[in-house]
């Protein structure tokens, strides 16, 4: 079983940025997939990024390329998803996961989740 915490979630204005921490811990020695989906009110949870377990590799959902970048901490047990940018469509309940069953995930492709962190986006 991989707990999850996570962090970094708020109130920004529209254009500004926010970052949030993701920290994945169980079993496994080395760091795990890690990756963030969004669930707005009313809406379906939509994948928004992944990062591998050594932070070689990354995946964006089309509407947050270029805005959104997920890195690793120094500990591999630690993920971080920048977010520049904002915009008011963002806004949503961010829930970090790990591990993720396959590579590139989707949204329902993660073993366990955080309690997620609220993000608003003011216009």
């Known amino acids: 079983q991989v707990h999850i915490e996570e962090s970094g979630g708020g109130l920004v204005q529209a254009g500004g940025s926010l970052t949030l921490t993701c920290e994945a811990h169980g079993p496994t020695a080395t760091g795990y997939n890690i990756g963030w989906i969004r669930q707005a009110p009313g809406k379906e949870r939509e994948f928004v990024a992944a990062?591998?377990?050594?932070?070689?590799?990354?995946v964006y959902a089309d509407s947050v390329k270029g805005r959104f970048t997920a890195s690793r901490g120094t500990d591999t047990h630690t993920a971080y998803l920048r977010m520049d940018t904002l915009r008011p469509e963002d806004t949503a309940i961010y829930y970090c996961?790990?591990?993720?069953?396959?590579?590139?995930?989707?949204?329902?492709?993660?073993?366990?989740w955080g309690q997620g962190t609220q993000v608003t986006v003011s216009s």
């Open positions: 990062i591998n377990w050594n932070g070689a590799d990354t």
């Open positions: 996961a790990a591990p993720a069953r396959y590579w590139p995930p989707g949204a329902d492709d993660f073993g366990s």
